[in-house]
């Protein structure tokens, strides 16, 4: 059996004070980690008085490079983030002052005292007691010592188990080809401009993943968690079939960026993403400057028709919209992508003849 190349241990205690003077040692985004920001400030919030209020606190576990060189430590910095993020960044916002005690905190050796809605400064300032409690606080830190990023992301993984983490986030912290042109492609402006759905449970990351499968089997296919999950940790993908897939994805999504506005409505929804990107794909360049205007129609109609049925009326392309909505309840199934793409396509062509703008065209793939 090949030996455990991990070492997990206690980190000598230290006060939440110096671990904030340590804050620009600690890398907090290697790209195992979950993406952050997800807590509300009320959550955040919580943390503090757990901590001001004796309260255990989970562990915390960081990867600890101060032994030398690292692989895993491009940074090169002597800690970075795996597991615990969340509490870390609350702990910084309560040094910063962009973090106040809930409204409804209670100090249990004065529950007298009306805490609520205080900043750190104003507990220096006025209550030096209960700051000094918040500043010489320890956490119990796991330090990690490893070369082996194969180790460091079962860990997070295993650590996460019972955390309700989405399917995206499971396969952002693993290892492998697939995991890491996903990484690329996801980063790319369409993700962090023109789309308006959340990101905050990586669905960018998501979105990314199944484009990227699109691309490697050459056309539309199922995309269930399933599907993406076989895809992340498929021994047999062909790297460079992967990296030309890789390419074309983000060959397209700068012809989508061309399409759609920042922010833009049209993509209010990561179900529908895949879909527009496969349309975009497949559309001659022509077609491209109308494209937006088309799908606002379609939209339109679309909600019409649904209003309609709603008041018991009917209009001559009910089939089409209903077989549409019908498809997009299916999101992520093969025939769902498959069959909205086609209603996308014949519409389109419906629409163009209606505007008098030319047929549009099939695109010529040009990368080899």
């Given at each position: 059996?090949?030996?455990?190349?991990i070492?997990i241990?206690a980190?000598p205690?230290?006060?939440?004070?110096?671990?904030?003077?340590?804050?620009?040692?600690?890398?907090?985004?290697?790209p195992y980690?979950?993406r952050g920001?997800l807590?509300?400030?009320?959550?955040k919030?919580?943390l503090?008085?757990s901590i001001i209020?004796?309260?255990?606190?989970?562990?915390?576990?960081?990867?600890?490079?101060?032994?030398g060189?690292?692989p895993?430590n491009?940074n090169?910095?002597?800690?970075a983030i795996?597991?615990g993020k969340?509490?870390?960044e609350?702990?910084?916002d309560?040094?910063d002052?962009t973090l106040?005690l809930n409204?409804?905190?209670k100090w249990r050796?004065?529950?007298?005292l009306?805490?609520?809605?205080?900043?750190?400064?104003?507990?220096r300032?006025?209550?030096?007691q209960v700051?000094?409690?918040?500043?010489?606080?320890s956490?119990?830190i796991?330090?990690?010592?490893?070369?082996?990023e194969d180790e460091?992301?079962?860990l997070?993984?295993?650590?996460?188990?019972?955390?309700?983490?989405t399917?995206a986030?499971?396969r952002?912290a693993?290892?492998?080809?697939?995991?890491?042109?996903?990484r690329?492609?996801?980063?790319h402006?369409?993700?962090s401009?023109?789309?308006?759905?959340?990101?905050?449970?990586?669905?960018d990351y998501?979105a990314?993943?199944k484009i990227?499968?699109?691309e490697?089997?050459?056309?539309?296919?199922?995309?269930?968690?399933s599907?993406?999950?076989?895809?992340?940790?498929?021994?047999?993908?062909e790297?460079?079939?992967?990296?030309l897939s890789?390419?074309r994805?983000?060959?397209n999504?700068?012809?989508m960026?061309e399409?759609?506005?920042?922010k833009?409505?049209?993509l209010?929804s990561?179900?529908?993403m895949?879909?527009?990107?496969?349309?975009?794909?497949?559309?001659?360049?022509a077609?491209?400057?109308?494209?937006?205007?088309?799908?606002l129609?379609f939209?339109?109609d679309?909600?019409?028709?649904?209003?309609?049925?709603?008041q018991?009326?009917q209009?001559?392309?009910s089939?089409?919209?209903?077989r549409?909505d019908a498809?997009n309840?299916s999101?992520?199934?093969?025939?769902?992508?498959?069959?909205?793409?086609?209603?996308?396509e014949?519409?389109l062509?419906?629409?163009?003849?209606q505007?008098?703008?030319p047929?549009p065209g099939?695109?010529?793939?040009t990368?080899?």
């Amino acid at each position: 059996m090949k030996p455990r190349a991990i070492r997990i241990n206690a980190h000598p205690p230290k006060t939440l004070s110096w671990w904030n003077r340590m804050r620009d040692q600690i890398d907090m985004d290697p790209p195992y980690q979950r993406r952050g920001r997800l807590w509300s400030p009320s959550d955040k919030g919580y943390l503090i008085d757990s901590i001001i209020n004796g309260y255990d606190v989970p562990k915390l576990y960081l990867a600890d490079f101060q032994t030398g060189e690292n692989p895993l430590n491009p940074n090169r910095l002597p800690f970075a983030i795996i597991d615990g993020k969340q509490r870390l960044e609350a702990i910084f916002d309560f040094f910063d002052g962009t973090l106040t005690l809930n409204h409804d905190f209670k100090w249990r050796q004065d529950e007298t005292l009306q805490l609520g809605g205080l900043s750190l400064r104003d507990l220096r300032a006025n209550y030096p007691q209960v700051s000094e409690t918040f500043e010489n606080e320890s956490l119990d830190i796991m330090s990690v010592v490893t070369s082996d990023e194969d180790e460091i992301n079962e860990l997070f993984v295993r650590l996460n188990r019972s955390k309700p983490l989405t399917g995206a986030e499971i396969r952002n912290a693993m290892t492998g080809p697939v995991s890491e042109v996903t990484r690329t492609v996801s980063k790319h402006e369409f993700f962090s401009d023109i789309i308006r759905f959340s990101v905050k449970r990586a669905a960018d990351y998501n979105a990314a993943g199944k484009i990227l499968l699109f691309e490697y089997q050459g056309k539309l296919v199922s995309t269930k968690k399933s599907d993406l999950d076989k895809f992340a940790r498929g021994p047999s993908v062909e790297q460079s079939r992967l990296e030309l897939s890789g390419r074309r994805c983000v060959d397209n999504l700068d012809r989508m960026v061309e399409v759609f506005l920042p922010k833009d409505e049209l993509l209010s929804s990561a179900g529908i993403m895949p879909v527009y990107y496969w349309l975009v794909r497949q559309v001659d360049d022509a077609s491209l400057t109308v494209l937006r205007e088309f799908l606002l129609s379609f939209e339109r109609d679309r909600k019409r028709h649904r209003d309609m049925h709603v008041q018991g009326g009917q209009d001559n392309y009910s089939s089409i919209y209903s077989r549409y909505d019908a498809l997009n309840r299916s999101t992520n199934d093969g025939v769902s992508h498959v069959g909205r793409v086609e209603i996308l396509e014949r519409e389109l062509g419906t629409w163009a003849l209606q505007k008098g703008y030319p047929p549009p065209g099939q695109r010529k793939q040009t990368r080899p």
